[in-house]
């Protein structure tokens, strides 16, 4: 069955720095990948996907994900983070042929002045 | 931008009582959700719905649980029994199609809690 890892459950960092989240995921066979990120009393919101095409995926506030068939990860990148990216991190998998999503543990991302 | 509600912010339960938990999905979507997230836990895939028909279930959706629509804007689930492992934060989501292109958005959550 699909399972997705999100190895840290933690990760501060300092502003301006740049930031690796991490996200394997089990089975590749025709998958579609998310990043969702959660503020502070907030729904989950869509951050990027992938679906197919070119492995790199960029959002509109600076993250990029890169999937990666072979190792199957999408790891979530911010070359210079803000205090305003503290949140939570999710990475999600569907599989095709089906509804749902299989999520990760989450990453807390905090972002230190 | 439209956003998935849900209602209320907070239930406290006793064990035992039912409960029902209230989403209003983003007007033009067709298909809708439920997940579950115990502190701590991963976020897990209830049950999705579409046409007035459950279209995928998962192991944690057993008798204890259903879900309506009851008119053409919410989207309930009910739990009839509650555990105390039933303690958990309840997301709805929504999305137009099924199809991959049209991700699922989500709603801010309900805690529940079971005493």
């Known amino acids: 069955a699909q399972s997705v890892t999100q190895l840290d459950s933690q990760v501060p960092v300092f502003e301006e720095a740049p930031v690796e989240l991490r996200c394997n995921y089990s089975?590749?066979?025709?998958?579609?990948l998310f990043w969702y990120v959660q503020y502070p009393n907030q729904g989950l919101q869509l951050l990027l996907k992938y679906l197919s095409g070119s492995t790199l995926v960029e959002s509109i506030n600076g993250f990029e994900a890169e999937f990666n068939k072979s190792q199957t990860s999408f790891h979530l990148r911010k070359p210079s983070v803000h205090i305003s990216d503290t949140a939570e991190y999710f990475c999600a998998v569907r599989n095709s042929g089906t509804y749902k999503y299989i999520f990760g543990t989450g990453t807390r991302l905090k972002v230190l002045a | 931008e439209p956003e998935v509600t849900q209602t209320p912010s907070h239930q406290v339960t006793q064990m035992g009582q039912e409960v029902i938990l209230r989403c209003v999905p983003i007007?033009?979507?067709?298909?809708f959700y439920w997940y579950r997230q115990i502190l701590g836990q991963k976020v897990e895939f209830l049950v999705s719905f579409y046409n007035n028909e459950i279209s995928e279930k998962s192991e944690i959706f057993d008798d204890q649980f259903s879900v309506e629509r009851p008119d053409g804007s919410n989207f309930t689930l009910k739990i009839r029994s509650t555990k105390l492992e039933d303690s958990a934060m309840y997301f709805c989501a929504s999305s137009e199609r099924a199809l991959a292109g049209f991700e699922q958005y989500f709603g801010p959550g309900t805690r529940l809690t079971v005493t």
């Open positions: 007007s033009n979507h067709l298909y």
């Open positions: 089975s590749s066979v025709s998958v579609y």
